[in-house]
Nanobody, 121 residues
């Protein structure tokens, strides 16, 4: 089994910063892609940022220049540094990872339980 555990969400004023963390644990052979998605009430889940094992990244247009994704491969952990937060960033943020476990020879997608980020105006 694989578990993704997020932390770092909370309430912050507009213009403030938060740092999200997501640690993957379990029978992990390798991790390809790790990323963050978010879902606001009434909206579909959307990609925020993702990073592949080699370090290449891509971001949603709405967060470019404000958010930075990074990962620590030794710790199987991905981070999302969020600066200059806006009320429209308010959502539940979900960690996602493509992981190959020891008992399989293919990658599967795993999700964390989500962490709430609320930005007040």
């Amino acid at each position: 089994q694989v578990h993704l555990v997020e932390s770092g969400g909370g309430l912050v004023q507009a213009g403030g910063s938060l740092r999200l963390s997501c640690a993957a644990s379990g029978s992990i052979f390798s991790i390809n892609l790790m990323g963050w998605y978010r879902q606001a009430p009434g909206n579909q889940r959307e990609l925020v940022a993702r990073i592949i094992s080699g370090g290449s990244t891509n971001y949603a247009e709405s967060v470019k220049g404000r958010f930075t994704i990074s990962r620590d491969n030794a710790k199987n952990t991905v981070y999302l540094q969020m600066n200059s937060l806006k009320p429209e960033d308010t959502a539940v943020y979900y960690c996602n990872a493509e992981i190959r476990v020891y008992s399989w020879n293919t990658y599967a997608s795993y999700w964390g339980q989500g962490t709430q980020v609320t930005v007040s105006s």
